[in-house]
C-alpha cells in the first residue's frame, strides 16, 4: 500500500514564502511522475507543478516564476517551493504520485494566502 504524507502548508501574508514537502512510502517500483495540484474554494482540483521520471517539468500558467517543483528520488520525494504568495493561491494542495496503471493522492495541506 502506498501512502503520501505532506507537510508545510500554513498561513502566510501576501508576497511571502512556503515550502510544501511530500514523501511516498510502500511498494513503489517504478514512479512515472509525482507533483502538485490544489482545490481553491469552491473550485475544482487543478495542476499546479509535476516532475517525471526523466526530470521535466511542468507548471500551471498562474504559477510560473513563482513556484519551483523539485524532488528526491532516493527519498520518493517531492516538493514545492512557493514564493510570492497571491491570495489566489489560497487552496487544498495535494501531493500525486503517478505509476503505471495507478494513481496516488496525499491527504491534503491547507495553504492560506492573507491580503
Known amino acids: 500500500q502506498v501512502q503520501l504524507v505532506e507537510s508545510g502548508g500554513g498561513l502566510v501574508q501576501a508576497g511571502g514564502s512556503l515550502r510544501l514537502s511530500c514523501a511516498a512510502s510502500?511498494?513503489?517500483?517504478?514512479?512515472?511522475?509525482m507533483g502538485w495540484y490544489r482545490r481553491p474554494p469552491g473550485e475544482q482540483r487543478e495542476l499546479v507543478a509535476t516532475v517525471t521520471r526523466g526530470g521535466s517539468t511542468r507548471y500551471a500558467d498562474s504559477v510560473k516564476g513563482r513556484f519551483t517543483v523539485s524532488r528526491d528520488i532516493a527519498k520518493n520525494a517531492v516538493y514545492l517551493q512557493m514564493n510570492s504568495l497571491k491570495p489566489e493561491d489560497t487552496a487544498v494542495y495535494y501531493c500525486g504520485l503517478s505509476v503505471p496503471l495507478k494513481d496516488y493522492w496525499g491527504q491534503g495541506t491547507q495553504v492560506t494566502v492573507s491580503s
Open positions: 510502500g511498494r513503489i517500483f517504478s514512479i512515472n511522475s
